[in-house]
């Protein structure tokens, strides 16, 4: 029995970058909210609560980790988990390019992670649950595609497609 192995989900530059910015933004709506108070409460209060919204909306999303066991790999988030079965993965593969020109079609773009429904021409319409699309390794199965992006793909590829132990698995 294989026990569990756990990968980190580091934070790009870029993920870095645009979290700090987003939240500055919108930590400055609730500032200048709270300076114009006096003279417009109702609208003061609704720029604070969508800020807000957004801000801890958000935050669940988180991608933390990943967890690759017999069956599954596991997406740890904040306080909950996606599972990917491995039943019917087809490939495995790294891809330092797979989320390149990239159109996000539904979820979050760089507010703690990069997550959601996504397309681009390479992929097709695929589900990211990122953190730094240079660690991209892309998961196919045959109605749909997701990239993840454990701190060492490689590694990452090797154990997952070990797991996997089918005679058409490409290698």
């Known amino acids: 029995m294989m026990a569990s192995i756990e990968f980190r989900a580091p934070w790009s530059r870029t993920l870095r970058v645009a979290t700090c910015v ?16 006096p003279k417009a409460p109702q609208v003061a209060l609704l720029l604070i609560a969508v ?6 909306g958000a935050l669940p999303f988180m991608v933390r980790g990943y967890v690759l066991t017999k069956d599954a790999i596991v997406v740890r ?43 681009n021409r390479r992929l097709g319409r695929f589900r990211a649950l990122a953190t730094d699309p240079q660690r991209a390794v892309v998961l196919r199965y045959p109605k749909r ?3 993840i992006t454990p701190h060492d793909p490689q590694y990452f590829i090797v154990r997952a497609r070990t797991l996997l132990q089918t005679a058409d698995f490409p290698s």
């Open 51 to 56: 800020s807000l919204v957004l801000l801890l």
């Open 77 to 119: 988030r904040l306080g909950w988990r996606t599972h990917l079965p491995l039943a019917d993965l087809k490939s495995v593969t790294g891809d330092a390019e797979a989320m390149r020109g990239s159109l996000r079609l539904l979820g979050n773009g760089g507010l703690f992670s990069f997550s959601g429904e996504f397309w």
């Open 145 to 147: 595609t997701v990239v």
């Open 22 to 37: 987003s939240a500055g933004l919108l930590l400055l709506v609730v500032v200048v909210a709270l300076a114009i108070y």
